[in-house]
């Protein structure tokens, strides 16, 4: 039996620039958006991704991410979310109870780049892959990045997860 943990982060789907004059927090998804929400949910279920907690956003963007992807699970919608650095990310997570064994993080960049970038990279540069190069050079609206680590949320720090898997919508559709 697997024991590891896993985090799941996802960037919201595609927003709508539609009306200039709306307040950035209340921007809804762009029917791109909404689209590839659906391809994601369809994804998330023939994977088995179905994580036990869910943070997400308070933006409308993340909730209508959070919606459209159907995951399921016990959800937690948290303004502070919404402006989060990545340590700021990381400090939540460390307090995720202990039994736990995945969550779902829905936000924003530049954070979710940075945070999965910290946890995955060993800090010497010396590796290689694919999916983390990947994650280097773009996190895209709808990308998910799967990491695992076999400690308790409260021991999660840069350097101590592995990063399992990085899809893009592109290839979500």
């Not at 399921?72 to 997570?93: F, H, T, V």
């Not at 960049?109 to 970038?117: C, D, E, G, Y």
């Not at 050079?137 to 999660?156: I, N, V, Y």
Request: net charge positive.
């Amino acid at each position: 039996m697997d024991d590891r943990k896993r985090l799941f982060v996802l960037r919201h789907a595609k927003s709508s620039w539609d009306d200039p004059g709306l307040d950035d927090h209340e921007r809804p998804l762009a029917p791109r958006g909404r689209r590839a929400a659906e391809a994601m949910a369809a994804q998330l279920r023939a994977r088995g991704i179905a994580p036990r907690l869910v943070i997400c956003s308070s933006a409308r963007r993340a909730r209508e991410t959070l919606e459209g992807v159907a995951v399921g699970g016990r959800q937690l919608i948290e303004p502070g979310l919404y402006s989060a650095s990545a340590s700021d990310l990381l400090q939540r997570l460390r307090g995720v109870p202990e039994a736990t064994e995945s969550v779902m993080v829905i936000g924003h960049n530049p954070a979710l780049q940075i945070l999965v970038l910290s946890l995955a990279e060993t800090g010497d540069g010396a590796r290689r892959d694919s999916d983390l190069d990947a994650v280097r050079s773009k996190f895209p609206t709808g990308a998910l990045a799967t990491l695992s680590f076999d400690l308790r949320w409260s021991e999660l720090a840069p350097g101590r997860a592995e990063l399992e898997g990085f899809v893009t919508p592109k290839r979500w559709q």
